[in-house]
T-cell receptor, first 110, second 114 residues
Framework: AQSVSQHNHHVILSEAASLELGCNYSYGGTVNLFWYVQYPGQHLQLLLKYFSGDPLVKGIKGFEAEFIKSKFSFNLRKPSVQWSDTAEYFCATGRRALTFGSGTRLQVQP | SAVISQKPSRDICQRGTSLTIQCQVDSQVTMMFWYRQQPGQSLTLIATANQGSEATYESGFVIDKFPISRPNLTFSTLTVSNMSPEDSSIYLC???????????FGPGTRLTVT
């Protein structure tokens, strides 16, 4: 069965700091990978997705992620975070239904 | 992306009762799913709602406890039956348009069982 691991459970950054959230997946075949974000009081939104092709994927709000097959990783990055990026971030994988990681709570301090 | 609505948005229910949650999409979609997000935790798939046939349940979830209907390509319901406090969660509907495609999530239904 496919699974994803997010090792950073709670990250605290100051505004303008760079962000990298880790995500590792278990499945060795063709993978579909996603990052979702849940802002306080809001529903889950898709940040970006990877199906195939260019391993560097750009998403909304300045986020990007890099698929590294040899490391089974799909880390989320942003060069400069803002206070408004405070949210919970979920990595997920799946071809029909999705399997989610445990989530990373990001707190950006002004 | 599809616009998804859920009713009710939240409810407080007594132990032993049942609640039916509705999920409505503004366009026809191939796939609909139901997830649960327990307090402070990640999302867990309950089942895939299949149009015109019985839902496909994940390990640990059974039809008697979580009956699901999907009468057409834009609507589904999830019932939480014989509720206990352990069923207190956010229940989310999601939709997708095929294998390998992204999913979009509804706003969720926050259920508290007392």
């Amino acid at each position: 069965a496919q699974s994803v691991s997010q090792h950073n459970h709670h990250v605290i950054l100051s505004e303008a700091a760079s962000l990298e959230l880790g995500c590792n997946y278990s499945y060795g075949g063709t993978v579909n990978l996603f990052w979702y974000v849940q802002y306080p009081g809001q529903h889950l939104q898709l940040l970006l997705k990877y199906f195939s092709g260019d391993p560097l994927v750009k998403g909304i709000k300045g986020f990007e992620a890099e698929f590294i097959k040899s490391k089974f990783s799909f880390n989320l990055r942003k060069p400069s975070v803002q206070w408004s990026d405070t949210a919970e971030y979920f990595c997920a994988t799946g071809r029909r239904a999705l399997t989610f990681g445990s989530g990373t709570r990001l707190q950006v301090q002004p | 992306s599809a616009v998804i609505s859920q009713k009710p948005s939240r409810d407080i229910c007594q132990r032993g009762t049942s609640l039916t949650i509705q999920c409505q999409v503004d366009s026809q979609v191939t796939m609909m799913f139901w997830y649960r997000q327990q307090p402070g935790q990640s999302l867990t798939l309950i089942a895939t709602a299949n149009q015109g046939s019985e839902a496909t349940y994940e390990s640990g979830f059974v039809i008697d406890k979580f009956p699901i209907s999907r009468p057409n390509l834009t609507f589904s319901t999830l019932t939480v039956s014989n509720m206990s406090p352990e069923d207190s969660s956010i229940y989310l509907c999601s939709v997708g348009n095929g294998v390998g495609y992204e999913q979009y999530f509804g706003p969720g239904t926050r259920l508290t069982v007392t």
